[in-house]
Every structure is written in C-alpha cells, then in structure tokens.
C-alpha cells in the first residue's frame, strides 16, 4: 500500500528557518534507510506559506488568497510517499523519523479498486496510460 507522510508545518518552519546541518545530516541518513528498505518513493520539503498562494473553489468562482495562511497547525511543511505492507509498518518507520518537534500525519493513498464500480475498465485504462505517460516522462528528464 502507497502511504504519505504528511510533515506538519511548524512555527519555525513558517517561520523559513532552514534547518542546521545536523538536521539535514540526520534526515538525509533516514531517508537513505528507507530508500535502502524499498520504502521511499518520494519526499520533498516545502517553503513556507508565505511563498505560496491558495485557490478557493465555488462553483464558476475562483477566489486567490496570497500567503502566508494562519493556523500553523493545519499546514504542510512536506511530505513523504512510502510503499508499505501495512499501516502498522507505515508507523513504525514514521516512529523512526529525526524529528524532535512537530508532527507527522500519515494517509493511505487510494488505489484503483477502492473506487468501486464507478472506476470502469475504461477509466482505469485511461488511469494506466496517465501512470506511464508519467514513468516515461520522468525516465527522459533523469
């Protein structure tokens, strides 16, 4: 099962404090641990809020709110995508992470069978193509 990893944003990462070089030396060792493991599929730290902007949808209305956003609970400083058996594995990896302050929030990412019937043959061969068209696309820019 896919899972990301949501990190949590904090006052200090909203704050654009970058971290020191033992932090990054710490997560850099953690990440190589769970590429090693066939876990990672992805990770990526985001700049604060007060570099980025938020979209509001109402029906035809599109509203554009500029950064930063209040309520630094709510918010996302990165993220993790991990290939896992269970959810319980999820959590022991996540158990494992550097960080000595924060929050990790950890969600199963959907796959095409929990759609149901909904998902129909063609969906889900429209659905394969965006998958390699993606693979390939990413292979070509390495």
């Given at each position: 099962m896919k899972v990301m990893?949501?990190?949590k944003a904090t006052q200090k990462s909203e704050a654009g404090v970058m971290p020191t070089?033992?932090?990054?030396?710490?997560?850099?060792?953690?990440?190589?641990?769970?590429v090693d493991a066939g876990v990672?599929?992805?990770?990526?730290?985001?700049?604060?809020?007060?570099k980025g902007v938020r979209i509001s949808f109402n029906g035809e209305n599109r509203v554009i709110t500029d950064g930063p956003f209040a309520e630094t609970k709510e918010l996302i400083a990165?993220?993790?995508?991990?290939?896992?058996?269970s959810?319980?594995?999820?959590?022991?990896?996540?158990?494992?992470s550097p960080f000595q302050e924060g929050?990790?929030?950890?969600?199963?990412v959907f796959e095409a069978d929990d759609?149901?019937?909904?998902?129909?043959?063609?969906?889900r061969e429209q659905e394969e193509k965006l998958v390699e068209e993606l693979a390939r696309r990413q292979e070509s820019s390495e």
């Open positions: 990893v949501i990190v070089t033992q932090e990054l030396t710490e997560m850099g060792q953690f990440n190589q641990e769970l990672m599929l992805a990770g990526e730290g985001l700049h604060p809020t007060s990165g993220f993790w995508m991990w290939e896992v058996d959810m319980e594995a999820a959590i022991e990896w996540a158990r494992k929050e990790l929030e950890l969600r199963r759609f149901g019937e909904e998902f129909t043959p063609e969906l």
